[in-house]
């Protein structure tokens, strides 16, 4: 999808980094071992946390992204809101270039937002687990309706969550 490292200058001591994805056949080896590789990001840090494969050898990720920019696909959000909000992105690795990228988003507040892990059912549905510090997360029929994030010795209390997602639909 993207051969360019887009991590940009953060500082010396947290350098910027992007998500890598990379396919490899373990019974060959050297550079011919490896079958698909690229960048996800932009100019800040972008960082992959979780992955599934799909029947197809689609690869489903989540991380989360600093990055204003970071590449979006049909996206459900398609900038950035807070510091660090939730990727979910989709990559074919029988396709090259742009038409690799399959499906592409954001998923976050104005908070801090991650996503640790990911899951996908039979019908394509996608679960995903990590944290948040804000109390106006997305929900849709939740088991807690109240949010318990709130200061934590003078930091954002954090808070984990269980999100179900259908991309085909948004």
Do not use: W
């Amino acid at each position: 999808y993207d051969s360019t490292f887009g991590g940009g200058t953060c500082s010396s001591t947290s350098p910027c980094y992007d998500v890598t994805v990379t396919q490899i056949d373990t019974d060959l080896s050297g550079i011919n071992a490896i079958l698909y590789s690229t960048y996800l990001g932009n100019n800040n840090r972008d960082k992959g946390l979780g992955m599934v494969l799909d029947p197809d050898g689609n690869v489903y990720l989540t991380g989360y992204s600093e990055s204003d920019g970071y590449p979006t696909r049909n996206a459900i959000q398609s900038v950035r809101k807070g510091n660090k909000d939730i990727i979910v992105s989709v990559i074919s690795p029988s396709l090259s270039g742009d038409a690799s990228l399959l499906y592409s988003t954001y998923f976050g507040t104005s908070g801090y937002e991650a996503g640790y892990d990911i899951a996908r059912d039979a019908n394509g549905n996608l679960y995903l687990t990590g944290r948040t510090d804000s109390p106006k997360f997305p929900l849709r029929d939740p088991i807690q309706y109240q949010s318990h994030a709130g200061s934590c010795s003078g930091s954002p209390c954090i808070e984990s969550f269980v999100t179900k997602l259908n991309i085909t639909s948004n």
